[in-house]
């Protein structure tokens, strides 16, 4: 069997050109210009060589082509270890954050508290560095000036800033 039988004739209905500049994952873009050296006529040996990867991952790749067409091709969610608290409960770990902060009376709230809330609420025990990952998921990644006291009384502090004198 020779290189040519190999290749599918359906990848002459794409162009792999303009699917390589829309597509935002680089993996992604690797499969599109390796098809579209193949467009060219070039071998899978070849394509291997010049995309710097082996015989073998370019052979894959056309059978995904095979079975799934341009979907075979995309990247497949699923790389990587899955989030403590899933997708679906976001919003509810995001709503018990933001009424953590309101029952707050001075200050922000830390780490520690997300922790504790994390294991209260949902079971998951892990590191700081996990809940800090956790909240910024959940879009709750904020920078705060330094807290203010909740005896502070601000009028008293205005009228300071008015009346000091700087030398």
């Not at 992604?28 to 073998?56: C, W």
């Not at 922790?115 to 996990?130: D, F, N």
Request: aromatic share 8%; glycine share 6%.
């Amino acid at each position: 069997m020779t290189a040519k039988d190999v290749i599918p004739q359906e990848i002459f209905e794409h162009d792999f050109i303009a699917l390589f500049k829309r597509s935002s994952h680089p993996r992604e873009q690797m499969r599109y210009l390796a098809f579209s050296h193949l467009q060219d006529g070039k071998t899978p040996r070849e394509v291997a060589a010049i995309i710097r990867t082996t015989r073998n991952t370019v052979y894959r790749w056309l059978r995904n082509f095979q079975l799934k067409g341009l979907e075979g091709l995309r990247e497949q969610p699923g790389r990587g270890k899955k989030p403590l608290i899933p997708d679906s409960k976001r919003d509810a770990f995001r709503k018990a954050v933001e009424e953590l902060q309101a029952e707050r009376s001075g200050g922000a709230i830390t780490g520690k508290d997300v922790l504790r809330l994390m294991e209260e609420k949902y079971g998951v025990k892990c590191t700081l560095r996990s809940a800090y990952n956790h909240l910024k998921r959940a879009s709750l990644v904020w920078i705060t000036a330094r807290s203010r006291h909740p005896n502070a009384d601000l009028e008293q502090q205005e009228a300071l800033k008015k009346t000091f004198d700087k030398k």
